[in-house]
């Protein structure tokens, strides 16, 4: 008979009731020394018509109740257990299953009744985690990552108890047991952004005088030497609950961001800062530290925020790792939405390399890059914009960014369409990669004739470059950036201008023919491959700056929001020397002065760094989502203080509600410990 039996883990007794509803009669039922026994008990009643807890020693519980109770009742197990029976093909068999939906299959050698509850609750906090314990992993990485799945298709897991080769006393019985969990709609309670080793104080004022007061009260606290975790994490969440309040009220001049792994820490910071307050505010100079405290004297962001996509090349090994685990509800929507799998291009980004010195993801193709690269942009977009609520006044992509760009601001309709289109149209695959066909026509070569391709990053202006080029007609100036360029084309031929210019380059050995002479032979391709269909309602609020205005066959005018305005834009872009220091330069010119970069790594923050200081420009500031080496979470930390002290209108909820929950939990604790209850 099949099962479908509503399944949810609560940590311990009492700490997760607002789960169900009061109306809701729930029968209670300890752990006895049998597991199977017992479960098979919660089964029978529930098969009665009631809720069941069952509860083990440790104070860990599971809720049973029928699938339809759960629907009725509006509450979203975390997992449905539809198959139990003393072998695996017996459960898979009465879960309906087929044996290949089977994704992850445990088996344990768990004695006691304790451990195997134990590993039962383990397996459904994993299924409403949508985590792969490592074990399960590509690369078996210590913290495991996200459990992936095809679209439309739930997670379905196995659970076996084999006691067959335990000493059994004289009144058991060698035998197996095997379950099988399937997803439900729940999801694990996401966590907490802050804690007390990962500190975050907002202090704000309209005066240097102001400031003052508050950074000595806010040392006074932190320095209290009876200071309890409990305690520092009610203090944070007071202080962030007034920024809050404050923030929508009225607005402060200043407002100083303080981060640290401790109260110790956070100390020293306001000591650092408290010294130098005075000539920070009279010279007017950003102050930041190591440890993520920012300060930003003269704040003039409003109205001038651009958003910066990166382009191919910028993902890593284990982009984006843990945000699942702190945003789970977005990944629940990007999961509905399309394949989040390919989207990250999965198999490639969180697999080990062959070579495990190597910082690089398994060898990538330009399709895979893109893809890939694209994914990360559209997440950390749908992070900045949904979660803390930070509207772009302007948009701008790097090289193929501009893709990204039109993917991730709500412009084309069905963007995941455009991955399955990357993965198999020549564009990518033959024609300015791979074979290099687009090239190959170009350079009028026969099959036989091999093309040696590479880029070169050098550093020389420009000009200098273009002065030499005529005498190579293989090599071409692809890219412009800073005090930096991009030679691209034949190797040999780059390699003799390079030396003819006196200059060291450094080869990508990455094979792509973009923004270079060749590429325009792919031009009606690549605008009929980005003609795609339009959002209803389109971000007209935001000014969306394209390279390809720069052009002189465009003459500096912006791109409509029209299905074949924005692919004649991308083609433009693609197939033309990309200039990015103009870029910026006229995004600057427009009005933009804080660049947000979104996607993986910290690339093109770096590069408008290096522009501005170029161009002697200290108005503007580059802020970066993500970069490689660090952690996650500390980085888009870091990323949301700087807003903050730049006073970007934005939402500090996710930072709030894990404070929240956590003093709810801590708050359930004491008054289980009050009544004698394990914590």
């Not at 095997?178 to 802050?194: D, H, N, Y």
Request: proline content about 4%.
């Amino acid at each position: 008979m099949p099962l479908r039996i509503a399944l949810l883990a609560q940590p311990r007794a009492g700490l997760s009731a607002n789960l169900l509803p009061s109306s809701l009669e729930i029968e209670n039922l300890k752990l006895c020394d049998d597991f199977t026994t017992a479960l098979n008990t919660a089964i029978q009643l529930v098969n009665q018509g009631k809720a069941v807890t069952l509860t083990s020693q440790s104070g860990l519980s599971v809720v049973l109740m029928a699938g339809l109770t759960a629907a009725q009742n509006r509450i979203h197990p975390h997992a449905y257990l539809s198959g139990f029976a003393t072998s695996l093909s017996l459960a898979v068999e009465q879960s309906r299953r087929q044996p290949d939906d089977i994704s992850i299959e445990q088996t344990s050698t768990a004695s006691t009744a304790v451990e195997q509850f134990s590993a039962l609750y383990q397996l459904i906090d994993d299924i409403a985690a949508r985590h792969q314990q490592p074990e399960y992993t590509q690369e078996g990485c210590d913290d495991g990552q996200y459990w992936f799945t095809e679209p439309n298709k739930a997670r379905v897991a196995s659970l076996t108890f084999n006691t067959e080769n335990l000493a059994l006393d004289a009144k058991s019985q060698a035998s197996n047991t095997s379950l099988v969990l399937t997803q439900a709609t729940g999801l694990k309670e996401a966590k907490p952004l802050l804690d007390s080793s990962r500190l975050f104080f907002i202090v704000t004022g309209n005066t240097e005088a102001e400031l003052s007061t508050k950074l000595a009260e806010l040392n006074k606290h932190l320095g209290n030497p009876a200071l309890q975790s409990s305690v520092l994490i009610e203090l944070m969440h007071q202080n962030l609950v007034c920024f809050q309040a404050d923030s929508q009220s009225s607005s402060s001049q200043f407002a100083i961001v303080l981060q640290g792994t401790s109260a110790d820490a956070v100390l020293l910071e306001i000591n650092a800062l408290t010294k130098v307050l005075s000539k920070v505010i009279a010279e007017q100079i950003d102050y930041k530290t190591p440890a993520g405290s920012y300060f930003s004297p003269a704040p003039d962001s409003r109205g001038k925020i651009a958003f910066v996509y990166p382009g191919v090349g910028t993902v890593y090994p284990g982009m984006l790792r843990d945000f699942y685990q702190y945003f789970p509800g977005l990944y629940a929507r990007l999961e509905r939405e399309g394949n989040l799998k390919e989207m990250l291009q999965a198999d490639k980004t969180y697999a080990a390399s062959h070579d495990q010195t190597s910082n690089q993801p398994q060898e990538m193709t330009l399709s895979e890059l893109a893809i890939a690269g694209v994914g990360s942009s559209y997440i950390l977009t749908q992070l900045l914009c949904e979660s803390f609520s930070v509207k772009p006044d302007f948009a701008l992509g790097y090289s193929k960014g501009e893709a990204s760009m039109w993917a991730s601001l709500g412009v084309w309709r069905n963007p995941h369409a455009l991955i399955e289109m990357t993965q198999t149209s020549p564009i990518f695959t033959t024609a300015i990669s791979g074979e290099l066909t687009a090239v190959r026509e170009v350079w009028q070569l026969n099959q036989d004739e091999e093309i040696s391709w590479n880029s070169f990053l050098v550093r020389s202006e420009p000009a200098a470059i273009e002065a030499l080029l005529p005498q190579y007609p293989r090599a071409y100036l692809a890219i412009i950036q800073g005090d930096t360029c991009i030679l691209a084309g034949c190797e040999q031929s780059c390699r003799d201008l390079l030396k003819q210019l006196g200059k060291r380059g450094i080869a990508s050995n990455r094979v792509t023919a973009m923004h270079t002479t060749p590429a325009w032979s792919q031009h009606t391709q690549v605008t009929d491959f980005y003609n795609q269909p339009l959002c209803d309602a389109l971000p007209h609020h935001i000014r969306f700056i394209s390279a390809a205005e720069l052009l002189p066959q465009n003459a500096n005018q912006p791109v409509n929001l029209d299905r074949q305005s924005i692919a004649t834009s991308i083609a433009d872009t693609f197939c033309s020397t990309l200039d990015f220091t103009a870029l910026i330069r006229a995004a600057r010119e427009h009005g933009a002065r804080l660049f947000i970069e979104l996607g993986a790594d910290r690339q093109t923050s770096t590069l408008i760094d290096k522009i501005n200081r170029a161009n002697k420009v200290t108005d503007s500031l580059a802020v970066a989502t993500n970069a490689k080496g660090g952690d996650d979470i500390h980085t888009l930390l870091k990323c949301i203080a700087q807003l903050i002290t730049q006073q970007v209108p934005l939402s500090i909820a996710p930072l709030v509600d894990g404070l929240t929950h956590q003093l709810a939990s801590l708050e359930a604790q004491s008054t289980l410990h009050t009544q004698g209850e394990p914590v």
